[in-house]
T-cell receptor
Framework: GQNIDQPTEMTATEGAIVQINCTYQTSGFNGLFWYQQHAGEAPTFLSYNVLDGLEEKGRFSSFLSRSKGYSYLLLKELQMKDSASYLCAVLDSNYQLIWGAGTKLIIKP | GAVVSQHPSRVICKSGTSVKIECRSLDFQATTMFWYRQFPKQSLMLMATSNEGSKATYEQGVEKDKFLINHASLTLSTLTVTSAHPEDSSFYIC??????????????FGPGTRLLVL
């Protein structure tokens, strides 16, 4: 079966760095997405990785290792507004998005 | 970036009534739109894939006679929840894939519709 695992909840301090991990087992792979979702709102796109390595976008970076079925989202210089759920999703061989359950990130002052 | 709208944003209805939710791509054409449902503290669950001019493809366990999907144009898809019941109360989100996009990034989400069935 298809499976995406990520921690349920994480807590970090404002100004610090946090890494949210995601492991996946899917039928085929056409890329991995990270989305941010604030409570009561729809997800917003953060990053897309299809090749191994690190992609950096400002304070957010995303890493992918296809051989390990592993990705992480790195958030630097955390701000209170970063408190949200972070969803990992994999595009499988049928180009369907398989979603993880999301990681709720709590930022403390 | 591309914009997807949903209407209404919130709806409260009585059990047994039908509710229609519209999803529009405002500045691009979308041959494919996706309908998701999200229950509290859970991830998105794909309900169906809607293709312009053809029948929607429903995920296993989703009743196609209860959740009617129409994708009449390249910018509009509708989801009708027929004979709604309290257990249908959820957050319904659509997304649209940009026809002209050559990147897998080009899937955009609407703001969601919160449905409460009394």
């Amino acid at each position: 079966g298809q499976n995406i695992d990520q921690p349920t909840e994480m807590t970090a301090t404002e100004g610090a760095i946090v890494q949210i991990n995601c492991t996946y087992q899917t039928s085929g792979f056409n890329g991995l997405f990270w989305y941010q979702q604030h409570a009561g709102e729809a997800p917003t796109f953060l990053s897309y990785n299809v090749l191994d390595g690190l992609e950096e976008k400002g304070r957010f970076s995303s890493f992918l290792s296809r051989s390990k079925g592993y990705s992480y989202l790195l958030l630097k210089e955390l701000q209170m507004k970063d408190s949200a759920s972070y969803l990992c999703a994999v595009l499988d061989s049928n180009y369907q998005l398989i979603w993880g359950a999301g990681t709720k990130l709590i930022i403390k002052p | 970036g591309a914009v997807v709208s949903q209407h209404p944003s919130r709806v409260i209805c009585k059990s047994g009534t039908s509710v229609k939710i519209e999803c529009r791509s405002l500045d691009f054409q979308a041959t494919t739109m996706f309908w998701y449902r999200q229950f509290p503290k859970q991830s998105l669950m794909l309900m169906a894939t809607s293709n312009e001019g053809s029948k929607a493809t429903y995920e296993q366990g989703v009743e196609k006679d209860k959740f009617l999907i129409n994708h009449a144009s390249l910018t509009l898809s509708t989801l009708t929840v027929t004979s709604a019941h309290p257990e249908d109360s959820s957050f319904y989100i659509c997304s649209a894939r940009d026809l002209a996009g050559d990147s897998m990034e080009t899937q955009y989400f609407g703001p969601g519709t919160r449905l409460l069935v009394l």
